[in-house]
């Protein structure tokens, strides 16, 4: 999956986040595919919720970061990922997507595996989409 990958030193942590795309050679790695396989099942999870409660959902934004870090050893290894889901929904819908926000992390098998050895915090805030006036 193209992503963005940046690394301000050689000390510092790396991180990388799968919301851009990128087209340069090599752009997709272990550490980036893992990190969209996370952000891919949380929010396949949380879509299939939001539709088995009938709550129309117009777009659903996946956000996934993550870091680099280095162990006692030098090596490098994924310090953490972040996942952010933003669900484009209605302001009548808002008040409704409770228990789902309550129950989709639960059923995503790869994040509940990654967490077993990687920290993954995950954010999810819908965004409320605008009415038009009049339509």
């Not at 117009?58 to 006692?72: F, I, M, P, S």
Request: hydrophobic share 40%; proline share 6%.
């Amino acid at each position: 999956m193209p992503s963005r990958w940046t690394s301000a030193r050689r000390e510092s942590p790396t991180s990388w986040s799968t919301s851009r795309r990128r087209s340069a050679p090599g752009a997709a790695n272990a550490a980036r595919l893992l990190a969209a396989a996370v952000g891919h099942c949380l929010g396949a999870s949380l879509l299939f919720c939001l539709r088995r409660s009938r709550i129309p959902v117009k777009q659903l934004r996946v956000t996934v970061a993550g870091t680099l870090v280095r162990n006692e050893r030098g090596r490098l290894r994924i310090g953490e990922i972040r996942v952010s889901l933003a669900p484009d929904i209605t302001p009548e819908d808002r008040d409704r997507i409770g228990r789902c926000l309550d129950v989709f992390e639960d059923y995503c098998i790869v994040t509940e595996s990654v967490r077993q050895g990687i920290p993954v915090t995950v954010a999810a805030e819908p965004a409320v989409a605008a009415v038009a006036a009049g339509v």
